[in-house]
Nanobody, 125 residues
């Protein structure tokens, strides 16, 4: 199995940047597509970005396209989410997830096998 641990969340002013990291256990990290999701209090969990196992293909939610960049370093068993031009509406708990069933990554949470514990991102106005 895969254990995922997010880090890098925090408090930032609107317009600022944060980089989230997702460290994965195991020796087969490249076999998993990775995704980032977020959830604000009282709201449904929503898709943010996904990346294929090789890193060659990415997907983004419309709300973050042009501002966020997903990447991965398979040698370090780590996925990243670079977030620029942050807005107060980005405030949420961000989760990383791993999928063995959808090679290119999926916009739907149901296809992810493993999930991290989440890291809080708060953007002040």
């Amino acid at each position: 199995q895969v254990q995922l641990t997010e880090s890098g969340g925090g408090l930032v002013q609107a317009g600022g940047s944060l980089r989230l990291s997702c460290a994965a256990s195991g020796r087969t990290f490249s076999n998993y597509a990775m995704g980032w999701f977020r959830q604000a209090p009282g709201k449904e969990r929503e898709f943010v970005a996904a990346i294929s196992g090789s890193g060659g293909s990415t997907k983004y939610a419309d709300s973050v396209t042009g501002r966020f960049t997903i990447s991965r370093d398979n040698a370090k068993n780590t996925a990243y989410l670079q977030m620029n031009s942050l807005k107060p509406e980005d405030t949420a708990v961000f989760y990383c997830a791993a999928s063995s069933s959808i090679p290119s990554g999926s916009r739907y949470a149901k296809w992810y096998n493993y999930w991290g514990q989440g890291t809080q991102v708060t953007v002040s106005p």
